[in-house]
């Protein structure tokens, strides 16, 4: 999901991508495509740009056409797998070669390209030669220059965040609340916790505890917003990668969130799925985060 205007916002179901414009608490259909989504992001001229399945050419829609194209935005011989443009206009994917396994077999990288597509930086090992990324599933970045990407490390979606310096060292990596020492959480924060696990019924507590990262996003204060997909607690961290704190959106009614997306005037959306057993629609919420 992704917000190029005030009211408009570009969705997927990773199948369908739809455009849609906000008319009070419904959506109209604008324009609909049927291709397979793995991210996307909106650039200053509000057009869309995407990946998609097996691809290693950036996919463009015109705000002005409509019509789908090719962008200069290219990684040779590698596969796309996640995109982020940057509010100077630079774009940021994620790539790999191979197949997709675990460990790791190929090549992972974080590219980052001009406005023309030139290639200026990419990302792949430590300072010690070791590869950092195992899948590369979300990226953002904040002012100060620091890369966010969601790293998904198995199967099940077990992941961590990796904080990557445009320099290239990794600053800080999180994985949820195993990070936490339960001595520093405060009397509020670990009463959600109690809550959610108990809510969660048969849920045992290192299945609660278990952090399966999505989707990262960059507020407008230059904070970090992450999502756990195994629970609805969303995770604050500063442009450093330190939590700041977490919360429990279940407990105003908001379940499974998958994604996020913030417009002009810094409203935030909240993307959620449902399970395939399901009869409820999906629903995206609007959001006041201060």
């Known amino acids: 999901m992704t917000a190029c205007s005030e009211d408009v916002l570009w969705i ?6 739809q ?25 200053q001229t509000k057009d869309v740009l995407f990946v998609t399945k097996e691809s290693s050419v950036v996919k463009q829609i015109s705000n002005q056409t409509g019509e789908m194209t090719d962008s200069k ?14 509010p100077d206009g630079k774009v940021t994917v994620g790539a790999f070669s191979g197949e997709i396994s675990f460990p790791a077999v190929g090549r992972r990288v974080v590219i980052v390209m ?40 198995s199967r099940d979606w077990i992941g961590r965040l990796v904080v990557l310096s445009e320099d290239g060292d990794v600053l800080n990596t999180f994985s949820g609340l195993s990070d936490m020492n339960t001595n520093e959480m405060s009397d509020s924060d670990s009463e959600s916790k109690s809550d959610s696990a108990s809510d969660s019924g048969s849920e045992s507590e290192s299945d609660s505890d278990s952090f399966k990262p999505v989707c990262v996003i960059t507020t407008p204060s230059d ?5 756990n997909i195994d629970s609805g607690i969303l995770f604050f961290l500063n442009s450093s990668g330190n939590l700041m704190s977490w919360y429990d959106i279940n407990k105003v009614g908001i379940f499974n ?25 999906a629903k995206i919420y609007e959001v006041d985060i201060l």
Not at 23 to 40: A, Y
Not at 121 to 130: S, V
Not at 131 to 152: A, E, L
């Open 223 to 227: 904070n970090i917003i992450v999502s």
């Open 257 to 281: 969130p998958i994604c996020f997306c913030i417009n002009e005037s810094g409203h935030t959306y909240i993307g959620c799925f449902t399970y395939e057993d399901s009869s409820d629609n």
């Open 19 to 43: 455009k849609v414009k906000i008319q009070g608490r419904s959506l109209k259909i604008v324009d609909q495509k049927n291709i397979e989504i793995l991210g996307m992001a909106c650039t």
């Open 73 to 86: 935005y290219e990684v040779e011989n590698l596969e796309l797998s996640a995109i982020h443009v940057n």
């Open 114 to 153: 001009d406005r023309s597509g030139k290639h200026e930086t990419t990302y792949e090992y430590d300072r010690q030669g070791n590869p950092i990324f195992t899948i590369i599933n979300n990226i953002t970045r904040t002012k100060n220059g620091n890369i966010f990407v969601v790293d998904t490390l």
């Open 12 to 17: 997927t179901d990773l199948k369908i991508l």
